[in-house]
């Protein structure tokens, strides 16, 4: 496959904007940690009686989440290697 340089333009149409979900993997994991961030805030019920320590909760397991995918993207570069 070629690659195109990016002043050749698009692909095909929307393959650089609106159908970039589906084009690769890293694209489509991005948009699904997205969506669940904002289900989080808009199906948001209360797990303890204070607000705040429900955003610490919800925080913790934010960063997990980013951390996990990070140490799981740098150990597949590595692999690349």
Known sequence: MEK????????FIGSSTIIVII???????KFL???????????YLPITNFFIVDI????????LGHELF?????INTLADK
């Open 33 to 43: 940690w997205l969506m669940n961030v904002f289900a989080a805030i808009v199906f």
């Open 56 to 63: 610490i909760i919800f925080y913790f397991f934010y960063v």
């Open 70 to 74: 990070s140490k799981l993207q740098k």
């Open 23 to 29: 084009m690769d993997g890293w694209h489509l994991v």
């Open 4 to 11: 195109k340089e990016p002043w050749f333009g698009e692909s």
